[in-house]
């Protein structure tokens, strides 16, 4: 003897619009974020040697604070007391690297973030290349090989892509701008 299965329905409001009020935050923060974004971009096109020093002397204040707070967490804080201790002391070092080196740290920092790019450009391409031989298509399999390419370039010559870099997140900061400033203008309306 089968009993019956209760059904719960729920109603479903078919005219609900999914749109910009899932963000959260009020349309004028993505409207400035906006206008923030472009103006950097638009240094970092202009002037991208001095705006690259004053961003990451800004960095550099960020890491040397937080890993003060840091430390002084893995005293005060029980739980991962090591990893406190060891992340806010290589955040201090690099801190006061940063501010004490202004000229040559934009070089050492955006070099390494590239070489960081490039491993992940390798990595990420050679999981696509994987799966476009295993029925990804050959699409799939020609961006690995042109993500693997590229990583590979950016490991060989590593300073002309941190030389290239600033101009890079400017134009990505600008074209981002542009899209938060209509994205913070449709919210208003």
């Known amino acids: 003897m089968e009993q019956p299965i209760d059904v719960i329905e729920q109603p479903v409001d078919s005219e609900s619009e999914v749109g910009y009020e899932i963000l959260e935050a009020p349309w004028w923060v993505v409207l400035l ?4 974004a472009i103006i950097v971009g638009l240094f970092l096109l ?6 690259t020093i004053f961003l990451l002397q800004i960095l550099g204040i960020f890491w040397l604070a937080g890993g003060i ?3 002084l967490g893995a005293f005060i804080f029980s739980g991962n007391r090591l990893w406190k201790l060891l992340s806010g002391i290589l955040s201090i070092i690099a801190g006061i690297a940063i501010l004490m080196y202004p000229i040559y740290s934009p070089f050492v920092v955006l070099t390494f973030f590239v070489i960081f790019i490039g491993i992940w450009a390798i990595i990420s391409g050679a999981a696509k290349l994987a799966w ?5 298509g050959w699409g799939m399999g020609i961006l690995g090989v042109l993500t693997i390419v590229l990583g590979l370039l950016l490991l060989t ?11 890079v997140f400017g134009f990505f900061l600008v074209i981002g701008g542009i899209g938060a400033v209509i994205g913070g203008l449709k919210m208003r309306t």
């Open 33 to 36: 974020e906006g206008v923030i």
């Open 46 to 51: 202009y002037r991208p040697a001095v705006t």
């Open 69 to 71: 707070l840091s430390v």
């Open 132 to 136: 476009g031989l295993k029925g990804g």
């Open 157 to 167: 010559n590593s300073l002309a892509g941190a030389l290239a870099l600033p101009w």
